[in-house]
């Protein structure tokens, strides 16, 4: 977008013609845990969720696979600071 049709929908968004909300967000991430330093990923993953819980903050594991190097990588749905999660996370 160019510097005036940026500026247009500027003005246009000033004048309320111009109107968008979001509904509801969610993150769709993947996470490895290493083992890098003698870590346990699985407790760190552990930690993880527990912070999450701890912040109020909704998610779902997809799914976890343990590398063949024993990182454990996991897929997670989460929400999206504090949108709401209807039609992501049930």
Known sequence: ???SAMRRWNVAR?????MRRIISACLLQTVRFDTV???DPEK???VYCHKLERKG????IEGTEKESDGALV??????YNTY???G???
């Open 57 to 60: 903050q909704k998610y779902q």
């Open 14 to 18: 000033k004048e309320g013609k111009i």
């Open 44 to 46: 760190d993953f552990q």
């Open 37 to 39: 330093s003698g870590a």
């Open 84 to 86: 709401k999660t209807e």
């Open 74 to 79: 996991v897929k997670i749905k989460k929400q």
């Open 1 to 3: 977008m160019g510097f």
């Open 88 to 90: 992501y996370l049930e």
